[in-house]
């Protein structure tokens, strides 16, 4: 069985430009995936003028060109890649030294790389990490980068350190792929510590 996909980009009547203000002032973090970059560059302004942090989503089909990539990553403070998408913008591996590099050229706060089944690698200030996966069984992925992304942003909420912040969500993601959907199964934090201690 084979999982397929399709993009579609949304338009400027499916959001309230009004309401999204509003929600970005009363948060601690505007994640989005900047498909469309002057949107992106507006809310990512106001979210600076806030105090609230900006996480971006980095995935394949956002990269139109390396510049592309330059104006989303100068209005972020952390950036999370999958695998994919790193590629597409770096065209190489991704590694300790080039994360350093990539969080220093555009001062961000934390990188962060999903390697599919290999696990996460990241920087934060001065912490690296690299884990690997957890051996699960799996019913579908669809949804997994989405789980993990979300669990990272709860467990900077949470001041967790990097690597329990990279264990917390890729457990989370895990436990999201056993279950049918991409909301098969969005754990609540007990059921994630749980997991941890089952496979830790």
């Not at 510049?67 to 770096?90: K, P, S, T, V, W």
């Not at 991704?94 to 962060?112: N, S």
């Not at 909420?157 to 690597?163: A, E, G, H, R, V």
Request: net charge negative; charged share 20%.
């Amino acid at each position: 069985m084979k999982k397929t996909l399709v993009y579609s980009p949304g338009s400027d009547h499916e959001w309230d430009k009004e309401k999204a203000l509003q929600a970005i002032a009363q948060s601690r973090y505007y994640y989005t995936m900047p498909a469309d970059i002057e949107k992106f560059r507006m809310l990512a302004e106001y979210s600076r003028s806030q105090m609230t942090k900006v996480v971006v989503d980095i995935e394949p089909h956002i990269i139109a060109t390396p510049e592309h990539l330059a104006r989303i990553l100068h209005l972020a403070d952390i950036a999370i890649f999958n695998y994919d998408g790193f590629i597409r913008g770096y065209a190489a591996e991704p590694d300790f030294t080039l994360l350093h590099d990539i969080q220093d050229e555009y001062q961000l706060e934390a990188v962060v790389v999903t390697l599919d089944v290999r696990g996460v690698i990241a920087v934060k200030g001065n912490e690296q990490v690299k884990i690997g996966s957890y051996t699960i069984p799996i019913i579908d992925t669809t949804g997994a980068g989405d789980t993990f992304n979300g669990a990272f942003v709860y467990s900077l909420i949470k001041n967790m350190p990097l690597i329990e912040a990279l264990k917390f969500a890729s457990a989370t993601a895990a436990i999201n792929i056993t279950a049918l959907g991409a909301r098969g199964h969005l754990a609540t934090p007990s059921e994630v510590n749980l997991f941890l201690s089952q496979h830790d």
